[in-house]
Each structure stands twice: as C-alpha cells, then as structure tokens.
C-alpha cells in the first residue's frame, strides 16, 4: 500500500496548532536548536525484515490480519513505516527467511520506497530443508570440519546476497554453545569459531563489515560460544579492523549496565551497532522503551558523548537496527513506536547539557551530575522529534495517522486474513 504525502500532510493538519503551540514553548530551551533538528532529522534505523510479521514463542503463534507473503510485500510494509516516519529508510534481510531471488527488480522497488538495505544476517541456528548437515550441536564451532564448512559457506552466500544489494555489512549471530557441563570443550569451541570466521572474513569485500552478535543464553542453556561483550571483542580483534561488537539490548543479563558497554566499546572503535529491543527479564524481544525508557536514554547519553569524542557522524557511522518482534500487536505499529522511543531517547541524549555535565564529573558533583541527565531524560522532547518529522514530511503523530488511513486494514483486503511472514 502507498501512503501519498497529500495525505500525511492532511491528517497532519488537525494537529498542527498544537504541535506549535508545544515547540514554541519547549524551544527557547533547547540552545542548539537548528543542530539538534539536522541530527533528528538525519537520523534513521534499519527495519528488520522478520519483524513484519507477527512473532511467535515456543507455545504456539497467534498470526495477525495482512502479514506481507513476500519479500517484496516486506519492502511495501517498510516503505509504509518510512513514509510515516521519515527515519525507517532500510531494510535488513535475513537469509534465508528473504532470499531476493531477483536482486535488480527488489533493489529498484525499494528504491521507488525511498529504502535502501543495511547488513545482512545469516542464519545457522536453524536446519533448512534439504540441508545436508545438522546444526543441531552448533555451526562455526562445531567439532566437525565438514558442519563448520557448510556454515562458513551459508555466510559466504549471504555476502554475494548482500553484494547485490548494495548492502555493507554481514550481521553474525550464532547460537553455538552447549546445554551441559562436559558438553563442550570452551576453548576448542572458540578456536573453531575464530578459524571459521577468519574464512568469511576473508571473503569479505573491502568496502564490508563484519559484525559480531554476543548472547549469554538462548537456544542454549549452559553455555553461549560468543556469549558476552568480551568474547566477541576478543573475537573482533583479532580478526581484525572490518569485524566489530553488535550490541542487541535484550542479550544481557538482568541489570547488566550496557551503557557502560557501548561506551568502551566506542573508545576502542569496535562498537558495530544495535539491535534495539526491550525486556523485563531476557530476550523479550518488546518495543524499545517500552520498560526500560530511561536506559535507553542512557545508552543514548553514551552514543552521543562517545560518538561525538571520536568525531563519528551519529546517523551513519555505527549500525542502528531494531531487532524485536511481537506476538500481540500489528508488527508495523510495533515498529513506529519502537523507533519513536529511539529518536526520543537520542533527541533527549542530545539535549543533555555536556559542559556542565563534565564540570559536574571533575568537581565530583554526584547531585549536580545527576540532575543534569536526568533534567534532559525529564524534558518533553516529543515536540522536537515531531517537528523533525513534519519538516522531512512524515507524520506529527504517525501511529494515528496509520490508524486513520486504515493501513491494516486495507493490508486485510489486499492480503486476507490468514497470512504467514517468515521469520521465527
Ligand atoms: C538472536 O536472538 C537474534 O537477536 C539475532 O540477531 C537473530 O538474527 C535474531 O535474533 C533473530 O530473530
Ligand atoms: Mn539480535
């Protein structure tokens, strides 16, 4: 479905006094105005392409109305999501769940959707049909040389997937780790991991990035091969300046402090990006912001104050991707809000008054630290983000006006009522 800009700017309409009447009042405030509106503005995260259709857990599926059947009905979902938002300008694809069978007819429809495709992810935590080995017992790491050869030449295939589509970066994420003690020998399992992702990274194109996903647990209970922050630096590193640390916010361990993460990870230049998401207890896979708003902000206070030390342009120098996918909610609802909280959360982090914070930090002013992020975390920028929006021609509100243009349910009448995306 195409959401034409006459009709963003008319549902736009009824709002519109009072979105300035809020800007007029929150903008004397904000000292670099103009700046924080380009950064806003500039600002974009990647849709993955399995969070379109309604998520699943191991108890069962409960599929909503109008999930997009193809690849291409993928790209037409997103193109919805950036023509409301104006900060959803790319898809990341997952292989093989999306397979672009005709790269050149896929690129130009997404073109035409203003979307361009960010990094692509392999997929060896599953066995697909007709495969030859198991990765029942792990894929890079695995104790057979012929499992690790297969899963090293998916990872390959996914490049030359990417290639065509102009992406620049492989995502990595393994579930490879072991469910017992005695199961698996840790050091032999790195080793393994380390030679195998030494062979794609060699087949990557000079242009390319490789980043590297950590997770603690989840498929596996014991043990996760790369399963921290550290394990995949070590990796990285000795791989070498294209591999980087994938930060996924829902792969911590209850109250681990990730914004403390992302902030080394940034000094040593090996911060790739994210995978935004939120939870309550693990990998839960909700809106971002929706529990847990003001570390996200926190992390955004990191970003920025690291990002801006290393003189890295915020919008594109690391990977900003949502990886969440829900079980109750329209997927593309879901979506809009989680880039909403994001963009929130950075136009807060961008507000944050960073002199006096510093001087707060060297006089050892514990209050005065304090109140300075949390003055920012407590400001209203809901007008900043709506304006930033409105001046690239998306949506004051672009969850109601989805609502009013009747997205999903036209998505109903165009696709029925029983569709299946893939994905989990
Ligand atoms: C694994 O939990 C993960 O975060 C990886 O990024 C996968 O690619 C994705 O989820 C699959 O949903
Ligand atoms: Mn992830």
Do not use: C
């Amino acid at each position: 479905m195409n959401v034409e800009q006459h009709r963003i700017d008319e549902l736009n309409q009824p709002e519109l006094a009072a979105h300035q009447r809020k800007l007029h009042f929150l903008a004397p405030d904000i000292p670099a105005f103009d700046k924080v509106m380009n950064n806003l503005q500039a600002f974009n995260v990647a849709i993955p392409s399995w969070a379109l259709g309604t998520g699943g857990t191991r108890f069962g599926r409960f599929s909503g109305g109008g999930e997009p059947r193809s690849l291409e009905e993928k790209i037409e979902d997103v193109g919805v999501i950036q023509a409301l938002n104006r900060s959803g300008n790319s898809i990341s694809l997952h292989i093989p769940w999306d397979i672009p069978e005709n790269a050149a007819s896929i690129k130009a429809l997404a073109a035409q959707k203003g979307l361009h495709f960010d990094a692509v992810n392999s997929n060896t935590f599953q066995d697909q049909p007709n495969q030859k080995l198991s990765y029942k017992f792990g894929s890079l790491h695995h104790v057979d040389k012929a499992v690790r050869k297969q899963a090293i030449e998916h990872n390959i295939e996914v490049i030359k997937y990417g290639v065509q589509l102009n992406s620049k970066a492989l995502s990595v994420w393994l579930s490879d780790g072991s469910n017992f003690p005695g199961q698996l020998n840790f050091r032999q399992a790195f080793q393994n991991t380390l030679e195998s992702l030494q062979e794609i990274y060699a087949a990557l194109p000079d242009d390319w990035k490789m980043w590297i996903e950590y997770k603690p647990f989840e498929p596996n209970f014991y043990s996760t091969t790369i399963g921290d922050w550290g394990q995949s630096l070590l990796l990285a590193n000795k791989l070498g300046s294209k591999a980087s640390t994938l930060v996924d916010l829902g792969h911590h361990l209850p109250n681990t402090n990730i914004e403390q993460i992302v902030s080394l990870l940034l000094m040593e230049g090996k911060l790739a990006g994210f995978h935004f998401n939120d939870s309550k207890y693990g990998d839960d896979d909700l809106t971002v912001g929706s529990i847990n708003p003001y570390q996200l902000f926190l992390i955004f206070n990191e970003l920025v104050e690291g990002m801006d030390a290393r003189g890295m342009t915020h919008a594109t120098d690391i990977g900003w991707m949502i990886d969440a996918s829900h079980n109750v909610k329209d997927p593309i609802e879901d979506l809009l809000q989680s880039v909403q909280a994001i963009k929130l959360a950075y136009a807060q982090a961008l507000i944050v008054d960073r002199k006096a914070l510093k001087a707060a930090q060297q006089e050892n002013d514990v209050t005065l630290a304090q109140e300075i992020l949390q003055q920012a975390y407590r400001t209203d920028v809901r007008p900043l983000v709506a304006e930033a929006s409105l001046r690239s021609g998306g949506a004051l509100n672009p969850i109601n006006v989805y609502r009013q243009l009747k997205v999903r349910e036209n998505l109903i009448k165009e696709r029925g009522s029983k569709t299946v995306a893939t994905g989990l």
